[in-house]
C-alpha cells in the first residue's frame, strides 16, 4: 500500500514544534540528575545542524507518462534542519526536517513539485535492556507520484497535492545480541481529488540480532488497515458499487540484513526482501501480492559518500483483469536504479551528483512507462 498526504502545510510543522516544545521540560528536569550545570563542566545540552543545497538536473519523463514523454531540465533548492538533546537520565529527544523545491523550466503541464518533510521523537531507556519511543511525522507532497496499485485509471499517475500526519509508539527490549520491538502506528492522509483521502493504521512486530560492527539481521511483521473517506468499493468487472466504502487490509513481512564489513564502518551493504498480501472489504478486485527485493552498497570515508542501490517489485493481482475485453490478469514490475556521490571539500561544503532510473513494466497501458533523473549540486552546512 502506497502512503501520500487538509490542513496547512505549515500547521503540521508548527505542531510538531509544538510538541518538542511540551516534552522539553521533562528532558531539562533530568539534568539535575547528573550535575551537569556546574561551572567546571559544561557540556552543551543542545546541538544542531543546518545545510542548504541546490542543483541543476534534467528528467526525461516529468509526468511518467506512457507515451508522449515530456522532459525538462529543473533548479532543485532545499534545506534541512536537526536539532537534538543530549540524553540525560534515560531521556533523549530529536527533531528532523526536509525540505525540497523543483522549478522545471520547460514542462509545462508542471511547473514545480515541492515535498517536506518533519519528525520528532521522544525517548525513554527504562533500563533492563528496555526502550520506549514516541514520535510525531508531517509529510507534505506536491509533486508527480505513482500511486497506481491502489487505482485503476490515469489519474493515479499524475501530480498529486497532499498532506500526511503520523504518530507512533515503539516499545524494544535487548536481550545480549538479540531485540524484539513492538508498534503502533496511526496515519491521517488528505489528498486532493481526483484521489481520495483515508486513514492508514496498524500493529507492526519485529526481532532482530547483532553482531560485530553494528551488523544486524532483522524479520517483521505488519498489518495495515487503510479506510478510504468516498471511494467505492468496485464489482468483480470494475464497476463502482453505490453507497459503499472502500477498505483495503494487508499482511507485510520483511527479511533484512544490514552488514557492516569493517570496524570504521567504511563499507555497507543492506539486503532486504519481503511480501505484502492485500485484499478489499469488497469484491477483491484490488486484491494483490507483491514480493520486493533490495540491495544496496555504501562506501564512506571523511570525504567520499558513494551509494548505488537496485529495487524490484513485482505485482500479481487475484481477479483484476486489463479490462472488461482483455481478460487477462493485471501484473506489474518495478525496477529502480540509483547512483549517489558525494565530496566533502570542507566541513562545510560539499558536491554531490546523483542518477536514477525507474521502469514500470504492466500489461495495463497507462501505468506503463520509463524514467530517468539526473542531477548535480552543492550542500552548505553551518
Known amino acids: 500500500m502506497n502512503s501520500n498526504p487538509n490542513p496547512s502545510h505549515w500547521q503540521g510543522v508548527f505542531g510538531i514544534l509544538g510538541f518538542a516544545l511540551l516534552v522539553n521540560p521533562i528532558c531539562a528536569q533530568s539534568l539535575d540528575g547528573l550535575g551537569l550545570e556546574g561551572e567546571d563542566f559544561r557540556i552543551p545540552v543542545w546541538d544542531n545542524s543546518v545545510s542548504i543545497r541546490g542543483g541543476f538536473g534534467y528528467k526525461d519523463n516529468v509526468l ?8 525538462s531540465a529543473y533548479w532543485m533548492s532545499g534545506a534541512e534542519v536537526m536539532v537534538f538533546r543530549l540524553p540525560t537520565s534515560g531521556w533523549y529527544l530529536s527533531f528532523f526536517a526536509d525540505a525540497s ?41 506536491n ?3 505513482d500511486n497506481a496499485a491502489n487505482y485503476t485509471s490515469q489519474s493515479s499517475v499524475g501530480l498529486i497535492l497532499g498532506h500526511t500526519l503520523t504518530p507512533r509508539w515503539v516499545l524494544r527490549k535487548t536481550i545480549g545480541p538479540f531485540w524484539v520491538e513492538g508498534e503502533f502506528s496511526c496515519t491521517r492522509q488528505w489528498l486532493e481529488t481526483p484521489l481520495d483521502s483515508y486513514w492508514q493504521f496498524g500493529p507492526r512486530v519485529a526481532a532482530g540480532y547483532g553482531w560485530g560492527n553494528g551488523s544486524e539481521i532483522a524479520l517483521s511483521y505488519q498489518h495495515i488497515r487503510l479506510d478510504y473517506d468516498t471511494r467505492e468499493r468496485l464489482s468483480p468487472i470494475g464497476e463502482a458499487v453505490t453507497n459503499s466504502l472502500l477498505s483495503l487490509d494487508a499482511d507485510a513481512f520483511e527479511f533484512s540484513i544490514t552488514r557492516n564489513w569493517d570496524a570504521k564502518k567504511r563499507w555497507q551493504t543492506v539486503t532486504s526482501a519481503g511480501i505484502d498480501i492485500s485484499g478489499d472489504n469488497g469484491s477483491g ?5 507483491r514480493v520486493h527485493l533490495l540491495q544496496r552498497l555504501r ?35 518495478m525496477l529502480n536504479l540509483v547512483l549517489r556521490a558525494e565530496y566533502k571539500f570542507t566541513k562545510h561544503l560539499a558536491i554531490n551528483a546523483s542518477w536514477g532510473w525507474d521502469r514500470s513494466l504492466s500489461n495495463l497501458e497507462f501505468d506503463d512507462y520509463e524514467a530517468t533523473t539526473m542531477m548535480g549540486g552543492l550542500v552548505w552546512t553551518f
Open 285 to 289: 478486485f484490488y486484491g494483490n501480492d
Open 101 to 141: 523545491d523543483v522549478r522545471y523550466f520547460n514542462a509545462p503541464s508542471v511547473r514545480n513539485e515541492q515535498a517536506a518533510l518533519a519528525v520528532a521523537q521522544l525517548g525513554r531507556d527504562f533500563g533492563k535492556g528496555w526502550k520506549g519511543t514516541i514520535g510525531l511525522s508531517y509529510m507534505f507532497q
Open 299 to 333: 562506501y564512506r570515508t571523511g570525504k567520499w559518500d558513494l551509494m548505488a542501490q537496485v529495487m524490484w517489485s513485482q505485482y500479481e493481482y487475484g481477479i483484476q483483469t486489463v479490462s472488461a475485453t482483455d481478460l487477462e490478469l493485471r501484473r506489474r514490475n
Open 143 to 145: 509533486q508527480v507520484f
Open 64 to 71: 511518467l507518462s506512457h507515451t508522449n514523454a515530456q522532459g
